[in-house]
């Protein structure tokens, strides 16, 4: 079992920033990839950005360029630097994990808004 903690998130303003945290524990030696989904009202939950413990990042088109993951295998957390934020990226965003074994964990999720 992998437990996740996720800090940040907030209000902001349309180009503002936020940074977001999460920390894991438990099964941590089982960890694979670590990263961030997000879900906006009505709308499916998405890939944000994920990072695998070797260091591949993959981030959707949508954030690419402002947002920047990062990962500290040591201290078993991930973040995520928002910028330019815009009214779009209003949703609530989780931390998620994969282990070696594909067994999926989720953090109980962070809200971003954003005003225009």
């Known amino acids: 079992q992998v437990q996740l903690v996720e800090s940040g998130g907030g209000l902001v303003q349309a180009g503002g920033s936020l940074r977001l945290s999460c920390a894991a524990s438990g099964s941590i030696l089982a960890i694979n990839v670590m990263g961030w989904y997000r879900q906006a009202p009505g709308k499916q939950r998405e890939l944000v950005a994920v990072v695998t413990s070797g260091g591949r990042i993959n981030y959707a088109g949508s954030v690419k360029g402002r947002f920047t993951i990062s990962r500290d295998n040591a201290e078993n957390t991930v973040n995520l630097q928002m910028n330019s934020l815009k009214p779009e990226d209003t949703a609530v965003y989780y931390c998620?994990?994969?282990?070696?074994?594909?067994?999926?964990?989720w953090g109980q999720g962070t809200q971003v808004t954003v005003s225009s």
């Open positions: 998620a994990t994969r282990t070696y074994g594909n067994s999926d964990y």
